[in-house]
Nanobody, 121 residues
Framework: HVQLVESGGGSVQAGGSLRLSCAAS????????MGWFRQAPGKEREGVAC???????SYADSVKGRFTISKDNTKNTLSLQMNSLKPEDTAMYYC????????????????WGQGTQVTVS
């Protein structure tokens, strides 16, 4: 009974910041790789950032230097700090858990939240 619930999305101007959060229940976040993905209308879901068992991280080139992923295993939460937002960052953002590795590939992640909308104008 794994559940992931995203929050923190909203509408911001270009150059602004948002911090997304994902609350996990039914498991311990430390047992899984965790990632953030996004999907814009008409586009495929793409990996944004991932954090591994030892808190190593991976980022898509498009967000590197602007986004920071982190997790708190005690609180069972995952976060994504998004700075210097651009209109092309507009998408539904999802958190997910995986077990094969921090690949940024959606197919490697089995549990998904329902998403939180981020709109940048």
């Amino acid at each position: 009974h794994v559940q992931l619930v995203e929050s923190g999305g909203g509408s911001v101007q270009a150059g602004g910041s948002l911090r997304l959060s994902c609350a996990a229940s039914g498991y311990t976040t430390g047992r899984f790789y965790m990632g953030w993905f996004r999907q814009a209308p008409g586009k495929e879901r793409e990996g944004v950032a991932c954090i591994g068992y030892t808190h190593t991280t991976s980022y898509a080139d498009s967000v590197k230097g602007r986004f920071t992923i982190s997790k708190d295993n005690t609180k069972n939460t995952l976060s994504l700090q998004m700075n210097s937002l651009k209109p092309e960052d507009t998408a539904m953002y999802y958190c997910a858990t995986g077990y094969l590795g921090c690949t940024l590939w959606p197919g490697d992640f089995g549990y998904w939240g329902q998403g939180t909308q981020v709109t940048v104008s």
